[in-house]
């Protein structure tokens, strides 16, 4: 059970698996897909994950990273060549509880963590702060929880495993594509409003087929627009919340998106 403050212990299952605070992804999925939102959150239908080998790597490498103790107790990596069959039945069960990692996958993380070790700039980020921290507050009238990476004195690091370049500007795009700038605002206004003083927000960007690492930290301008997002989707989901109504039944319009609308006086 999550309560107001911060919350020590708290396991990742345990995080992801309340319901009382809102937090970042949910806000995100609303403003996104809403009905989408109300067959997860409120119905709490299952659903196919279809990012989760993905996602299970990049847990995988943040726990290398920000709590190595914990790595061999909570993955297992799987010899065999493919998830199925027998053999991998029988590894799941001998591993019940675990996140199970490809022998290929824990030799690509083997490459990003000897990069890592070798970049100083990153090295020094996760020092001298707590990994995992998780915060709840109320933000906007809404519950809210928040997850960090890792946090130092007036500082959030978040780390982020892409496929994409990870130069300022193509990270700038991935940012916006995963709405990460409605991610930072959220959490640096939680700690913020928590601790009573200003907090930074830095990436750092692990790219899984180069293993190139860059450290990137959140603009002002970045976090505003982000800010706009959070509190939008507060406000729409206070209504939905409030209404019983999460989502318009029937045929929707489709739009374009801003960036594609076209100008006929463009030459």
Not at 136 to 156: F, H, N, P, S, T
Request: aromatic share 12%.
């Amino acid at each position: 059970m999550l309560k107001l403050g911060i919350n020590d212990d708290i396991a990742n299952e345990d995080y992801h698996g309340d319901r009382e605070f809102e937090s970042s992804s949910s806000l995100k999925l609303y403003l996104k897909d809403p009905k989408e939102y109300y067959n997860k959150y409120i119905l709490k239908l299952p659903r196919e994950e279809r990012y989760k080998s993905a996602y299970d790597f990049g847990s995988y490498i943040h726990s290398l990273i920000l709590e190595p103790g914990k790595t061999e107790s909570e993955f297992a990596v799987y010899e065999g060549m493919t998830r199925r069959g027998k053999a991998y039945e029988k590894f799941k069960e001998e591993n019940e509880g675990k996140i199970i990692i490809t022998h290929s996958q824990m030799l690509q993380a083997q490459g990003i963590l000897e990069s890592y070790t070798d970049n100083q700039l990153a090295m020094n980020s996760i020092k001298d702060g707590t990994p995992e921290q998780t915060l709840c507050v109320e933000l906007e009238g809404m519950k809210i929880k928040v997850r960090a990476d890792y946090v130092r004195d007036g500082e959030i690091i978040d780390i982020k495993t892409t496929g994409d370049p990870v130069d300022k500007f193509t990270a700038g795009k991935t940012c916006a594509r995963f709405d990460y700038d409605l991610s930072a605002a959220l959490y640096v206004d939680a700690f913020v409003q928590h601790y009573g003083k200003p907090y930074d927000f830095y990436f750092m960007f692990i790219n899984k087929m180069s293993n190139e690492i860059e450290m990137l930290k959140a603009s002002e301008k970045f976090l505003e627009n982000g800010r706009r997002k959070y509190k939008k989707a507060i406000q729409l989901l206070k209504t939905a919340k409030d209404s019983g109504k999460y989502f318009e039944d029937g045929i929707q319009e489709v739009n374009i998106p801003s960036w594609a609308i076209f100008n006929e006086d463009t030459e």
